[in-house]
T-cell receptor, first 113, second 112 residues
Framework: DAKTTQPTSMDCAEGRAANLPCNHS???????VYWYRQIHSQGPQYIIH???NNETNEMASLIITEDRKSSTLILPHATLRDTAVYYC??????????????FGRGTQLTVWP | EAQVTQNPRYLITVTGKKLTVTCSQN?????MSWYRQDPGLGLRQIYY???????DKGDVPEGYKVSRKEKRNFPLILESPSPNQTSLYFC???????????FGQGTRLTVV
């Protein structure tokens, strides 16, 4: 699976949009971009995933650049409960690495009042 | 309620004493896996299972065993635990590879 690069930490004011970037410059055509988050040693929680089109669900939006080398997770109205480590994962859905999730270090997002 | 349940949540044990951490899911998922999480190293996959009786090694399988005799259960076995297996462990399941993965609450294991 392609490696990802994320900032170590970010801050965001409550009620504002949180934009979390992820670089995945070696991504291949059949690899998906996934986002998970982990709140203080709880089990990771799935947020969203996409291939090349932008995606939106009740939690967040995922914007993938046209060349697919980077993406941005957007939490439109961050709350204190969104404080967590956010992981960007690029993942093949078939092949020899089938079944593996590589979490990396993630971005610690802190939402302040 | 759809969930992945791990037991125990906390465990302190001594070196060499065999232990099993259980994992059960109620979503009829085919795919299950185990991760460990250590400071500075993030989450690393230990073992995974594509279906009943089908298991394979992840990135850090040494010192661990798993079994998948039933679809809902995927226990993690430490035959002879050592202090370097002190960690936070997570079990996860999904309906198939590539779909949303559900994680358990975690098991904090300390081996002294």
């Amino acid at each position: 699976d392609a490696k990802t690069t994320q900032p170590t930490s970010m801050d965001c004011a409550e009620g504002r949009a949180a934009n979390l970037p992820c670089n995945h410059s070696t991504i291949s055509g059949n690899e998906y971009v996934y986002w998970y988050r982990q709140i203080h040693s709880q089990g990771p929680q799935y947020i969203i995933h996409g291939l090349k089109n932008n995606e939106t669900n009740e939690m967040a939006s995922l914007i993938i650049t046209e060349d697919r080398k980077s993406s941005t997770l957007i939490l439109p109205h961050a709350t204190l409960r969104d404080t967590a480590v956010y992981y960007c994962i690029v993942r093949l859905l078939r092949g020899s690495t089938l079944g593996r999730l590589y979490f990396g270090r993630g971005t610690q997002l802190t939402v302040w009042p | 309620e759809a969930q992945v349940t791990q037991n125990p949540r906390y465990l302190i044990t001594v070196t060499g004493k065999k232990l099993t951490v259980t994992c059960s899911q109620n979503m009829n998922h085919e795919y299950m896996s185990w991760y460990r999480q250590d400071p500075g190293l993030g989450l690393r996959q230990i073992y995974y299972s594509m279906n009943v009786e089908v298991t394979d090694k992840g990135d850090v399988p040494e010192g661990y065993k798993v079994s998948r005799k039933e679809k809902r259960n995927f226990p993690l076995i430490l035959e002879s635990p050592s202090p370097n297996q002190t960690s936070l462990y997570f079990c996860a399941s999904s309906s198939r590879v590539g779909t949303e993965a559900f994680f358990g609450q975690g098991t904090r294991l300390t081996v002294v």
